[in-house]
Each structure stands twice: as C-alpha cells, then as structure tokens.
C-alpha cells in the first residue's frame, strides 16, 4: 500500500491530523505500506497568490513554502508503486526549494504586497462562496507559510528521483501568471 499523505513540517494545518491518523490505520494493518509525505503544491501557491491591479497580494509575509511540483511528486510515486519491496515499511518527505510570493512576484516582473491573516480570512468568508472546509484550510496554510512552518528540506525527493527537481518558483510563477486577469 502507497498512501501520500502529508509533509512532516504540516502537523498543525488544519487537514493534519486526518493524514497522520490514516497513516497510523495503515502501518497498522499489517500490509506492506510505504508512505509519502507530500509537501505542498508549487502549483496551489500560485494559485493562491491574488491579482490586483498593482501586481500580486498574499497573507504569505515574506514566509517560504517548500513547494513540489506535482508532477514530480507523481514521478516518485510511480517509482515506490512500480518496486514497493525496496520501498517497504518507509516514509519519505517529499518537498522542495523554498519559494516565497515576493519570488514569484519578481519572476513576473510584478510588485507583491502582503495583506494581514485577518483580512484574508474575512475575505475568504465575504461571499460564502467556498464550501465550510476550506476557509479554516487556507487560513492554516496562509499562516503556516506566513510564519515559515512549511519551510523545511529533505533529499527524499531528489534521492528517489534521481535527478534535479523540477523548478518550484517556475511553476508557482507559471500557474500565477496563467491565473492573471485576461491571460490566456
């Protein structure tokens, strides 16, 4: 059994404890288990980064998040599911570099401002457009990155690749600017 779960450096987010819980339920079950931990989306801090008309604004500070591109986090899946015995009774922590949302604001050539943690979750509740989990979620991701929680390293990754990662500031700038207003 393959579980992703998540990083280490993510026990105090707001989804933690469903993840640790299961991995306790599968190292338990007395199956061949390998776990891994999966750090946070270079693809969803983009995302998450808000255009204004003066460039880019996030609750992130000038924190760092140790993002992965997914599609590296799908590689080495692939490589435990496609020889589990060499991978057996194991956990991997899977992130990457450090990206901040002044880095990806520079890559694209734009100004960042930060806006304060309360501010952003009165935005993330004005509307009542998001489903009840998600609100208290990004909160605990907003301040999580905001105050370097989700800032860590580990060699996992490049080890089980066996090769460079993929350029998490790359794909966090590419999926802001994919999301700017009028871009195609």
């Not at 390998?34 to 983009?46: P, S």
């Not at 609100?135 to 066996?162: K, Y």
């Not at 790359?170 to 999301?179: H, K």
């Amino acid at each position: 059994m393959v579980y992703t779960s998540l990083t280490g450096a993510g026990d105090h987010l707001g989804f933690a404890l469903a993840h640790r819980a299961t991995e306790d339920l599968v190292r338990a079950s007395g199956l061949g288990w390998t776990i891994l931990r999966n750090g946070l989306y270079a693809e969803l801090f983009g995302a998450l980064l808000m255009w204004t008309p003066d460039g880019l604004e996030s609750p992130f500070g000038d924190g760092a998040l140790s993002a992965v591109a997914r599609a590296d986090l799908a590689a080495a899946a692939a490589i435990v599911a496609g020889d589990p015995t060499a991978h057996a009774a194991t956990t991997y922590d899977l992130v990457g570099d450090p990206v901040t949302a002044g880095d990806v604001a520079e890559r694209l050539a734009v100004a960042h401002r930060a806006i304060g943690l309360g501010d952003y979750r009165a935005r993330l509740l004005a509307d009542g457009a998001l489903p009840p989990f998600q609100p208290p979620m990004l909160a605990s991701i907003a301040t999580s990155v905001r105050h370097g929680f989700l800032r860590n390293s580990s060699p996992d990754l490049a080890e089980l690749l066996d090769r460079p990662l993929t350029d998490a500031l790359a794909v966090a700038a590419g999926t802001a600017a994919a999301m700017r207003p009028g871009a195609r």
